[in-house]
Nanobody, 117 residues
């Protein structure tokens, strides 16, 4: 089964850093040809877009993470990465990876990021 899988979440103090990974598995999904996105959902809130990476590698970020988060892709590893720096308590959420292209839309199961004071 083709899917994307996130990893790298955890517990970190405010001001710290984490690096999330999103890898494709179970098929011939080549992430370099897909629009990739990182979303997050905090308790009691709607899922929101954090960052998106187009197939040409151009990133865009939500205002809330601009300057702190960096979205990149390693085509050789068939993976995407979200580098999160200067984390804030309000960044606490489950983070989801998404890969979409045409009629194909893949979501991961999510990875928990918890930022403590």
């Amino acid at each position: 089964q083709v899917q994307v899988v996130e990893s790298g979440g955890g517990l970190v103090q405010a001001g710290g850093s984490l690096r999330l990974s999103c890898v494709a598995s179970g098929g011939i999904l080549r992430l370099q040809y897909y629009i990739m996105g990182w979303y997050r959902q905090a308790p009691g809130k709607q899922r929101e877009l954090v960052a998106v990476l187009s197939s040409d590698g151009s990133p865009n970020y939500a205002d809330s993470v601009l300057g702190r988060f960096t979205f990149s892709r390693d085509n050789a590893k068939n993976a995407g990465f979200l580098e999160m720096n200067n984390l804030k308590i309000e960044d606490t959420a489950v983070y989801y990876c998404r890969a979409s292209r045409g009629g194909r839309d893949y979501w991961g199961q999510g990875t928990q990021v918890t930022v403590s004071s």
